[in-house]
């Protein structure tokens, strides 16, 4: 079945360093790819996507690529804010049927002044 | 506000008691979506909804949970007998279909089964 493998948290970082958070993915056939947040005390939020390969999404300073080749999508940030700290979930959805989303296990992320 | 609801925000019951959780979707979405959240882990699909219609159900939703949209609005998740693993939070999910299916989640319900 379709599965999502991140990196282990927590990634503990200073104000304004770079940040990667990596993704890879087990699916049948094109999914779409998803990163969601989950700010302290708040639900789940989409913060990009991509749906073919090649595809770059985009928000907030956080991009991601969706690369078929090595089945990854990788977020990445050139300047993290304490601000960003929150746990980030990489999703996929399948195309078929009701387009189910299958998440990571999630990398908490804490930026320290 | 116009997003995803969930009630009660919080619910704790003992074990053995029957709990329902509602959901009120995104007034214009057709589908919705509840998943469960253990601690340190993503969420897991349970089931999913077009319209009224329950379109698939994982093999996690034992036969003591059963989820219902009757009109095609609102959803209601009852679990029966209430176990103290079932202590999670229950997130409910509604989106307009398409190719790429974004999902807009609600706050969820956490449950803890004493």
């Known amino acids: 079945g379709d599965s999502v493998t991140q990196m282990e948290g927590p990634v503990t970082l200073s104000e304004e360093a770079f940040l990667t958070i990596n993704c890879t993915y087990t699916a049948t056939g094109y999914p779409s790819l998803f990163w969601y947040v989950q700010y302290p005390g708040e639900g789940l939020q989409l913060l990009l996507k991509?749906?073919?390969?090649?595809d770059k999404g985009s928000n907030k300073g956080f991009e991601a690529t969706y690369r078929k080749e090595t089945t990854s999508f990788h977020l990445e940030k050139g300047s993290v804010q304490v601000s960003d700290s929150a746990v980030y979930f990489c999703a996929l959805s399948d195309r078929g049927g009701g387009n189910k989303l299958t998440f990571g296990t999630g990398t908490q992320l804490k930026v320290e002044l | 506000d116009t997003g995803v609801s969930q009630n009660p925000r919080h619910k704790i019951t003992k074990r053995g008691q029957n709990v329902t959780f509602r959901c009120d979707p995104i007034?214009?979405?057709?589908?919705l979506y509840w998943y469960r959240q253990t601690l340190g882990q993503g969420p897991e699909f349970l089931t999913y909804f077009q319209n009224e219609a329950q379109l698939e159900k994982s093999r996690l939703l034992s036969d003591r949970f059963s989820a219902e949209r009757p009109k095609g609005s609102f959803s209601t998740l009852e679990i029966q007998r209430t176990e103290q693993g079932d202590s999670a939070m229950y997130l409910c999910?509604?989106?307009?279909?398409?190719?790429?299916?974004?999902?807009?989640f609600g706050p969820g319900t956490r449950l803890t089964v004493l």
């Open positions: 007034s214009e979405h057709n589908r």
């Open positions: 991509a749906t073919k390969a090649d």
């Open positions: 999910a509604s989106s307009s279909g398409g190719q790429v299916n974004e999902q807009f």
